[in-house]
């Protein structure tokens, strides 16, 4: 672990070792002697900023180049133009993604033509697609550097090639190597952390380009894991989210490539890790994300009733309601399935809140297709939803469906599924009324600087008048009023 390792004791004069970690200890070494110089001439530490246009898998690899630059003698800045290092972690699962992406980079051009030390590096999800390469080298000419999801672990390398040498330097992985483990990362809030269990996705959902950006599933191993887990705890961490494309798979290798494999090694599934994690001290609440309803098992509902720290909380997106379009996704279950399998984890966890993603407009999507939605979500009675028009990605089947449905007819589907969705959000959240529930205080609320915003068990916002001493604490709150997206409450003092 790098921990452990006295960097000032390594000779960066000599040749770089071929052997890992050797080698990225040696860069690691030569990079923070390049800082100390930076130091030494500017009379202040390099500074960087990252922004993330993606998922909480992306933000945790931006906590990870945070980390791992921090590590280097780097500080975080607060402004993208006014720093010596601007990286953008991108993501392709939509067009605005794409475009905002691009926006941004456009608006970088004129303050690397001011300042040629400025440096710029690009990476995340949209850098595994060739045509998006092809595009930087063609008409992005200040970007310094590019790199992927697969070779996240070797940016600081990359980068002191890139300072050393004053070029650009362009290194993408097609495939995800040997998972590496013990990187350093710098956590949004001191006592929350993502923790990666697994990498990329095996579905191929047909809308759907995280597999080609991701790669195929590779999971870690559990004590690596744990001892994460219990590092994290040691360090203060109360709450964790566990995260995977489909946390349900976790274990389970189909290729048989690289990662752990549970039936191979008679080791724990998800759900077996899920009990393993419940043990940690310290560790107050599980959450996990993202569950695909085709894999999710009983074993997985008993864990809710037995683990006291997993929170009574589901991700299962369903994506759209007519088992017709479902089936053209390549989801894997019906309609009928999945109203089952919500009905079965009611029966046995009957305060879980459950949320979804849903898509319209997918291609072939009817109108009675689109009625098989709202109905499907009148039953269910989500707790919230995140909802997206359908966004054709190059490469994925459904970009060759000639029966793409107009802009004009998602939107206003779109806005009939708000409509059906906002008041049974609404109903749902006003059942907190009245009760004290548990509150993990995370700080300021955004809109102001008097009132405290925390989260229940479910995830809700709170917000309350509270004071700094209770943030990163989990306290009784009263719900006093409840929103459609929020509630608001006051902390009951003993
Ligand atoms: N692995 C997760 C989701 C990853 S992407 C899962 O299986 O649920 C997050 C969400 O983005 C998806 O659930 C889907 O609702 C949405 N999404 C993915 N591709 C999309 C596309 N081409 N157009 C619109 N929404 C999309
Ligand atoms: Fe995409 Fe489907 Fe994999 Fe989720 S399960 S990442 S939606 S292909
Ligand atoms: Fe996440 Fe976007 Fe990649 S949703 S996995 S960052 S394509």
Redesign the pocket.
Known sequence: MYQEIDFDKIDIHAEPPIEEPDRQYYYIAKCRQWAREFEKKNGRRPCFFIQTFGCQMNEHDSETLAGMLIERGYVPGDSKTDVDLMILNTCSVRENADKRFFGTLGQLKHKKEECPEYTVAVCGCMMQQQHVIDTLKAKYPWVDLVFGTHNLHQFPLLLQNVMEERQRIVEVWPDGGDIVEGLPAKRLYPFKAFVNIMYG?N???TY?I??YTRGRERSRRPEDIVAEVKALAADGVKDITLLG??VNSYGVSPHGRDGYCAQAENGPDFAGLLYLLNDIEGIERIHFM?S?PKDLSDRLIQAFADCDKLCNQIHLPVQAGSTKTLQRMNRRYTKEQYLALVKKLREAVPDISISTDLIVGFPGETEEDFQETLDLVRQVEYDSAFTFLYSIRKGTPAERYDDQVPEEVKHERFNRLMDVLHPIQAKKNAIYQGRVEPVLVEGLSKTSDETYAGRTESGRTVNFFGDPSLVGQIVPVKITECKTFSLWGEVVRP
Do not use: G, L, W
Request: charged share 0%.
């Open positions: 996705c579905n191929f959902c759907c995280v597999p494309q489909n993202t695909h």
